[in-house]
């Protein structure tokens, strides 16, 4: 029976591992390996999620903050036309501008929903494939 030496060639280890044996610790060792493999994935996906959740509420922080200084800045501007203005005259100027970039928004977003159901469905585009593999209909011969 052929024996495996945990020492370098030619010297002669007191502990020697037969071959059947290393064989046989293979799939134990690659269990393990497997596992120590996966661990260090928790790990990291760990770490990731922490950094990530981290960054994500320190921006959505920053656009509350955002949020409230573009509402301190449409306050300027109402009070700015209300120099030359009454100021409830000022508060309907600029209540009409935000309602009309609003409708052109509506208006825009309307258009690209619209364009959502134009284009191919995949039942066509499988269709045209089994016809050019049929040798029917039109596609590309190169």
Excluded: C
Excluded at 33 to 49: N, P, Y
């Amino acid at each position: 029976m052929s024996r495996y030496t945990t020492e370098t060639p030619g010297r002669r280890s007191k502990e020697q591992v037969p071959l059947l044996e290393l064989i046989k610790s293979v799939p134990g060792l690659l269990k393990s390996l497997v596992t120590v493999e996966l661990d260090g994935l928790k790990v990291k996906a760990s770490h990731i999620g922490k950094n990530a959740g981290i960054g994500a509420g320190l921006v959505v922080v920053a656009l509350m903050f955002l949020f409230f200084a573009l509402g301190t800045l449409v306050a300027v501007g109402i009070l700015a036309l209300a120099l030359v203005m009454p100021a409830w005259l000022a508060a309907l100027i600029v209540f009409v501008v935000f309602l009309l970039i609003a409708g052109v928004l509506v208006l825009i977003a309307l258009h690209y929903f619209r364009k959502i159901s134009e284009g191919p469905s995949p039942s066509d585009e499988f269709q045209k494939d089994i016809r050019a593999v049929k040798g029917v209909g039109e596609y590309d011969r190169h």
